[in-house]
């Protein structure tokens, strides 16, 4: 059983996809501060490496489970983090009935479990629920221009129905929840192989490859370092009262998949050259944050600027490649 922190002002917090990318950094967060975690998670695109190194925190308990399934926890809990989905378009694609079920059927099972134990609940929404936008900067009140059957919908429908079941939840008066709307994160711990565009080309220039570029590489992302994120959700977990609307989280500097490449190679000494694919289907062509209603009812805003936070990123992937350069080679 949990060591629960009863006697400090700590919280007792779950993390659902606590072992993955964000879930990791957002344990550590929470642990620093004096709350007690219990990560859930199923190990589908994250790894208990992620958390290794808190397993002998007192205050810290990784539990294996697929949230489709219904959850129950003994200790009483103060707030709910439901981070668990895979978030790289070719993971959430393997499988993509199973990410519509952990989404809906998953988020209802935390609902109800945050129901039962009178918690605060948190939903991990996404940009990708304004699909390939028509209104740029998205502002929370943008429908959204998403396909309802193409191959990124177990996805962002999948969100956007968690975000209705949520707000349904909240207007119940059944449940206190809140929904940040996460733009494209990047940081330590992201997996060197999840498709991604930020841990592709770090990778694939640390090993020497071509970069590879989908499409023209004129489309846009806007990228916002994992710490910042992880304040964010926080914060809104946090403040009081509930805002009673989704928020987005990320950072509004908006660049080009070319220019991400060109910044990626003038820190890594590439030799290889660019390769051009393909444009998967759907996929978004602009995307920035407008991110005033954060800063009005948070005071957030992200403070890590893209090249600073990609030379954190850099050297972590060189590290952790060379690590697994080294295993292998013994
Ligand atoms: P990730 O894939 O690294 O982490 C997701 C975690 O959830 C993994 O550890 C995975 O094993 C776990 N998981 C998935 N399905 C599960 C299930 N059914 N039951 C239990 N565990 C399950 O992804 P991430 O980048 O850390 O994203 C975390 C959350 O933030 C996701 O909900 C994602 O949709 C959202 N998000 C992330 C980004 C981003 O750029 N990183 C952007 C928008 C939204
Ligand atoms: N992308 C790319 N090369 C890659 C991986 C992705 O050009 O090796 C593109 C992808 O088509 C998209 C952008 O980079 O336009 C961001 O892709 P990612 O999968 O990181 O996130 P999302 O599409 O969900 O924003």
């Known amino acids: 059983m949990l060591q629960v922190n009863r006697r400090g002002k700590g919280k007792t917090v779950l993390v659902a996809g606590g072992a993955g990318f964000v879930g990791s950094h957002l344990c550590d967060a929470l642990l620093a501060r004096g709350d007690s975690v219990i990560c859930v998670d199923s190990y589908i695109t994250g790894s208990p490496d992620n958390v290794r ?62 129901e039962r134990h009178g918690a605060s609940f948190l939903q991990a929404s996404t940009s990708e629920v304004y699909g390939d936008p028509a209104e740029h900067p ?41 929904v940040p709307r996460i733009f494209n994160t990047y940081g330590p711990r992201m997996q060197a192989n999840d498709g991604r565009i930020v841990s592709n080309l770090i990778v694939q220039a640390l090993s020497g490859k071509p ?76 995307r920035r944050p407008d991110i005033s209603r954060a800063t009005e009812l948070l005071d957030w805003q992200p403070t890590v600027p893209l090249a600073e936070g990609l030379g954190y990123t850099v050297e972590w992937f060189t590290n952790s490649l060379g690590g697994i350069a080294r295993q292998q080679s013994t």
Request: hydrophobic share 35%; net charge negative.
């Open 53 to 114: 190194p808190l397993t002998n925190h007192p205050s810290f308990r990784l539990m294996k489970h697929d949230i489709c399934q219904v959850l129950e926890i003994e200790e009483p809990l103060d707030q709910v983090y439901n981070l668990a989905c895979a978030a790289s378009p070719p993971q959430y694609q393997a499988d993509p009935v199973h990410t519509m079920m952990t989404c809906v059927a998953g988020t209802g099972n935390l609902l109800a479990l945050a």
């Open 138 to 178: 998205q502002q929370e009140d943008y429908r959204g221009n998403v396909s309802c059957t193409g191959p990124r919908a177990c996805y962002d429908e999948g969100k956007r129905a968690a975000e209705a079941l949520c707000f349904d939840m909240l207007r119940a008066g059944r449940v206190d929840a809140r």
């Open 211 to 286: 970069l590879t570029i989908y499409g023209s590489g004129m489309q846009t992302r806007s990228f916002c370092f994992v710490s910042d994120l992880v304040g964010g959700l926080m914060a809104l977990m946090d403040v009081r009262p509930n805002p009673g609307m989704p928020v987005n989280l990320g950072n509004p500097g908006e660049f080009t998949i070319s220019e991400l490449a060109s910044m990626i190679r003038s820190m890594i000494p590439v030799r290889t050259g660019i390769v051009y694919k393909p444009l998967p289907k759907d996929d978004p062509q602009r």
